[in-house]
T-cell receptor, first 113, second 113 residues
Framework: GNSVTQMEGPVTLSEEAFLTINCTYT??????LFWYVQYPGEGLQLLLK?????DKGSNKGFEATYRKETTSFHLEKGSVQVSDSAVYFC????????????FGTGTKLQVIP | DTAVSQTPKYLVTQMGNDKSIKCEQN?????MYWYKQDSKKFLKIMFS???????INETVPNRFSPKSPDKAHLNLHINSLELGDSAVYFC????????????FGPGTRLTVT
C-alpha cells in the first residue's frame, strides 16, 4: 500500500533560519503530492502541491519539488518566521479512482524569535 | 463564509454514551471524509462518501456509523463511547477524483471520561 515517511519533530529554529522537512513516499503509479499545514487549534489547510515528476509547488515562500527518482518531496523555506510555527503534513493521493489521501505523521515546527 | 463547518467544536461525555458530530460543506463538493487525529497528531482516514455513497471504509469499529443525508452533509454517530475514542475528529471535502485540495473543518475535540 501507499505510505509517507516524514522526519520526526519537533524542529526548533530561530527566526530567519533555513527550513527543510524531509518527506519520502512509497506508492504505485503516479501519485500527486501535497504539503498541508495545521496551525494550533485549526484544521489542516493546503500549503502546496505537485502533480507530476519534477513539478515544483510553492506558496508563502515554501517550496517542494516532486522527485520521482528519489521518491521524495522535501519542504523548504529560506527564512522562517515565528508565524510559521505549526505542524506540517506531507501527503499523497492515488493516481486513479476516488481520492484517498495518505498522510505522513506530521512534523511540528517551532520558530523562536 | 465557512467552507467546512463542524458541530460541536468540543464534546465531553462519559464512557458508554452515544454521540453525534455533524459536518456541512458549502463548496459544492461531491466527496466528504472523516478523519481521526490522535494526541500525537497522527491523522487517520475513517470514511469517505461520494454523492452520498460510501466509497472508503477503513478498519473502524462498527460503533462508528457515518451518514450522508445529502452531498453537503456527512455526520458521524458513535455508539458506546470508549476512552480510546478521545481524539480530534476532522471532516473534509474535495471536489472529486484527482489531485484536488482537501478542505478541512476546524475539528471536533472529543473527550471521553
Amino acid at each position: 500500500g501507499n505510505s509517507v515517511t516524514q522526519m520526526e519533530g519537533p524542529v526548533t529554529l530561530s527566526e530567519e533560519a533555513f527550513l527543510t522537512i524531509n518527506c519520502t513516499y512509497t506508492a504505485t503509479g503516479y501519485p500527486s503530492l501535497f504539503w498541508y499545514v495545521q496551525y494550533p487549534g485549526e484544521g489542516l489547510q493546503l500549503l502546496l502541491k505537485a502533480t507530476k515528476a519534477d513539478d515544483k509547488g510553492s506558496n508563502k515562500g515554501f517550496e517542494a519539488t516532486y522527485r520521482k527518482e528519489t521518491t521524495s518531496f522535501h519542504l523548504e523555506k529560506g527564512s522562517v518566521q515565528v508565524s510559521d510555527s505549526a505542524v506540517y503534513f506531507c501527503a499523497l493521493s492515488d493516481s486513479g479512482g476516488y481520492q484517498k489521501v495518505t498522510f505522513g505523521t506530521g512534523t511540528k515546527l517551532q520558530v523562536i524569535p | 463564509d465557512t467552507a467546512v463547518s463542524q458541530t460541536p467544536k468540543y464534546l465531553v461525555t462519559q464512557m458508554g454514551n452515544d454521540k453525534s458530530i455533524k459536518c456541512e460543506q458549502n463548496l459544492g463538493h461531491d466527496t466528504m471524509y472523516w478523519y481521526k487525529q490522535d494526541s500525537k497528531k497522527f491523522l487517520k482516514i475513517m470514511f469517505s462518501y461520494n454523492n452520498k455513497e460510501l466509497i472508503i471504509n477503513e478498519t473502524v469499529p462498527n460503533r462508528f456509523s457515518p451518514k450522508s443525508p445529502d452531498k453537503a452533509h456527512l455526520n458521524l454517530h458513535i455508539n458506546s463511547l470508549e476512552l480510546g475514542d478521545s481524539a480530534v475528529y476532522f471532516c473534509a471535502s474535495t471536489q472529486g477524483t484527482g489531485a484536488y485540495e482537501q478542505y478541512f473543518g476546524p475539528g471536533t475535540r472529543l473527550t471521553v471520561t
